[in-house]
């Protein structure tokens, strides 16, 4: 045996290293740094007396006290830096030292299991630690990963989520949308396969009035995972993640376009149902037969499609015949035709101020017309319903009968009633005239007082027979409108006419009798019109309706390439005369038509304009700024059209009109005249060669040109034209 000196216990190794373990936690604490060299550890193996296994003690306190000393003094003189370099050095060689053999075999079994009850403590608690910590871990994983996904894709469309395999995810609506309608905006063309007993039909989705709900299929696309509850939104999510949520097209139908296909190319397979109904046959109101129909079951088909459509499939389907039952008899349509014969029988009468009109039983007849409606809608829209009580359109067998799900309505043609008012309008409108002026001596004066206006409003009137027609009544007053004249004797002084603007003339010598007196009417006509600024005068406007009523005898007239006597003939010499006036004082020409041959009254050739009602007509705009009173007056044969306003800034230059000859007229033509002595022979028209002739306005502001417009005229050859008496 070895001497006991040279013995290692192994609970002494243990011993020491709490101590210097002990030593270390007071160095934290106190400040105080526990430093032990190399040679301290060699001494304590090799000097230091050590306890046997019997725990006898082979030193003495003297020693320890001693080394203890040694150790604080050190602590001292090291720095913090070199007390953990120290420090790492000695742990490093300690555990060194621990992991050395001892040549004692008790000491090595007993290192060796100390070594593994640490080890196994220490794994213990790694995994105590990991059992707790990575549920917990995982859990703030996924709770901070979905908490990402609904802030991350607040307005975009969830991860994952497709509307038949088309990618959609992390797109806004709009973005979807357009996606979505360029990847399906063609499949609506495509034919479907419907097939009913031995028949084949092939109607594309559009023509069976199919629509995809673009909107909605993307906002629909657009919720999954948003649920308000929260487990539901989390579960939907996670399946999104993993492809699983898809979101199918939503679609409608047009049922009418649906039952319109069918009606047109299976007519002989469908029918369509009528109900009982009432027509007026120009004296009463008479019944008209129910009939039973048939057609494809409508909802099934419907369904059928939707799903197709929803996938993004082709479409067959079988088609089921179902029988479509009247809703309204005979039997359930006899008080309203009652009813609706009352009213032909009590009649219509409308009146005005100081007019009346007696609507005929035909015409009365036609403002009635019937329609299948629901009782109860009767009541919620009594103002579209001649009848507001549902109970007088019924006819019940008893107390236990069942009322009808529909009645016959009694309404007014809204259509047919408006033409009748709008026929009789004319009758009753009164139209405003403003105030008629003359401008005389540097003055303006009142020619004519203003007078006010009234219209017929119709869409009251026809409000106010219906009314009449469910109260029974007889009689409505027409719902007139006042109109007030644009220009009155109150703002003469707003109106700014205070100068000679510019002045037109032309020469009537030589005109019949005839034309002399309608160009005095049509000049009448024009004289004292005022023109406001930024308006548009028109000349058939302003001469009203040519007739013999309003004052015009016939005359000579160009019509086509013709010659031809009618009421008004000599009007263009009105409107040629107007045309000049208007150029000189710079107003923009809207519309002018020269003649289509060369006329002695409106030379020279390119300052003419021609008429004819309604078209064409001399138009102009009045862009001076201020009103234009237009003052017309015939001395001898002169016609002149004087325009008062403001000149302001603006002057005129005109230059022209520059005729270039051409063709020359053929053999004179006559045209008989019963009233002329018979041999005798007047000249209407002289002859004329071809001409073309270019006129153009210069018209400056302030001495800076703003306008140039330019003026082209063609005429043909005109051959003279006689009046003869009959041979």
């Known amino acids: 045996m070895k001497p006991a000196n040279q013995k290692t216990n192994n609970a002494d190794v243990h011993k020491e290293k709490g101590k ?46 001693k080394r203890n000393n040694e150790i604080k003094k050190e602590v001292k003189d090291n720095t913090e830096n070199q007390y953990l370099k120290n420090l790492f050095t000695k742990w490093k060689r300690l555990f060194k030292k621990n992991r050395v053999k001892s040549k004692n075999p008790r000491h090595n079994s007993a290192m060796k299991a100390g070594q593994e009850r640490g080890t196994k403590q220490r794994f213990y608690q790694k995994r105590k630690f990991w059992v707790i910590a990575s549920p917990a871990t995982l ?6 990963f979905f908490v990402w996904i609904n802030v991350a894709y607040s307005a975009e469309i969830l991860p994952g989520v497709q509307i038949d395999g088309i990618k959609i995810n992390g797109k806004t609506k709009e973005e979807a949308t357009d996606i979505l309608r360029s990847m399906v905006g063609d499949y609506l063309k495509e034919k479907t396969n419907l097939k009913y007993e031995d028949k084949t039909y092939e109607p594309t989705f559009e023509e069976l009035g ?45 049922e009418k376009k649906l039952d319109d296909y069918f009606f047109k190319n299976a007519k002989k397979t469908v029918s369509k149902v009528k109900n009982a109904t009432l027509s007026f046959d120009g004296e009463k109101i008479i019944k008209v037969k129910e009939r039973q129909g048939k057609h494809f079951n409508n909802e099934l088909l419907g369904s059928q499609l939707s799903v197709a459509i929803g996938q993004l499939n082709e479409a067959t389907a ?6 479509i039952v009247p809703k309204l008899t005979t039997k359930d349509i006899i008080q309203t035709q009652k009813e609706a014969q009352a009213v032909l029988d009590r009649g219509m009468t409308l009146k005005s101020s ?12 036609s403002w009635l017309t019937f329609k299948a409606v629901k009782p109860e ?33 009694i309404k007014l043609n809204q259509e047919n009633t408006k033409k009748y008012l709008e026929s009789i309008v004319t009758d009753v409108d009164r139209t405003p005239t403003n105030v008629k002026l003359s401008y005389s001596g540097g003055k303006l004066k009142v020619a004519e007082a203003s007078h006010t206006g009234s219209s017929v409003e119709i869409g009251k009137t026809i409000l106010d027979i219906e009314e009449a027609i469910r109260d029974k009544q007889t ?34 010598a030589g005109s019949p009798s005839n034309r002399i007196h309608n160009i005095g009417v049509g000049a009448a006509a024009i004289n004292g019109t005022i023109v406001a600024p930024g308006d548009i005068f028109s000349v058939n406007n302003a001469l009203g309706e040519v007739t013999s009523a309003a004052g015009y005898l016939p005359e000579l007239v160009i019509k086509g390439n013709k010659i031809v006597p009618e009421n008004g003939g000599g009007l263009c010499q009105v409107s040629t005369t107007a045309f000049r006036a208007a150029l000189n004082a710079g107003c923009e020409i809207i519309e002018r038509r020269n003649h289509r ?65 051409g063709a020359s007229p053929g053999a004179a033509e006559e045209i008989v005249d019963n009233s002329l002595a018979p041999g005798a022979r007047v000249l209407v028209e002289g002859s004329f060669s071809g001409a073309t002739a270019v006129l153009y306005q210069y018209v400056y502001e302030a001495g800076k040109q703003v306008r140039k417009d330019t003026f082209s005229s063609t005429y043909v050859p005109q051959a003279a034209v006689y009046k003869v008496g009959p041979s």
């Open 318 to 323: 079988e088609l089921e015949m179902v029988k």
């Open 377 to 409: 809608s009767i009541q919620e829209q009594s103002d579209d319903n001649i009848l507001a009580d549902p109970d007088k359109l019924v006819v019940t067998a008893g107390e236990d009968s069942k009322k009808p799900t529909v009645v016959l309505s």
């Open 20 to 65: 210097i373990q002990g030593k270390e936690k007071i160095a934290k604490e106190g400040k105080k740094k526990v430093v032990s060299k190399t040679a301290d550890l060699k001494m304590a193996k090799g000097k230091r007396q050590m306890v046997d296994v019997r725990g006898k003690k082979l030193g003495g306190k003297n020693q320890e006290l």
């Open 475 to 508: 009689v409505v007053k027409i719902v007139m409108k006042t109109a007030n004249p644009q220009i009155t004797e109150e703002n003469l002084t707003k109106l700014g006419i205070k100068e000679l603007i510019a002045q037109g003339t032309s020469s009537f």
């Open 210 to 254: 199919a629509e995809i709900n673009y909107e909605g299929t993307v906002n629909a696309a657009f919720e999954i995972g948003r649920d308000n509850n929260w487990s539901l939104r989390l579960w939907d999510q996670t399946l999104s993640l993993f492809g699983q949520k898809h979101q199918i097209v939503l679609s409608s139908f047009d």
């Open 597 to 661: 041959f060369r006329v002695m009254y409106y030379e020279p050739a390119g300052t003419d304009a021609t008429i004819y009602s309604p078209s064409p007509d001399f138009r102009f705009k009045n862009d001076t700024g201020k009103h234009i009173l237009i003052q017309t007056s015939i001395s001898g044969s002169t016609l002149t059209f004087d325009f008062y306003g403001t000149k302001g800034n603006r002057t005129v230059k005109i230059d022209g009109p520059h005729i270039s000859a």
């Open 354 to 365: 100081d007019r009346s009109f007696v609507v005929a039983k035909s015409k009365l007849g």
């Open 139 to 144: 859990i703030l994983i996924i709770v901070l």
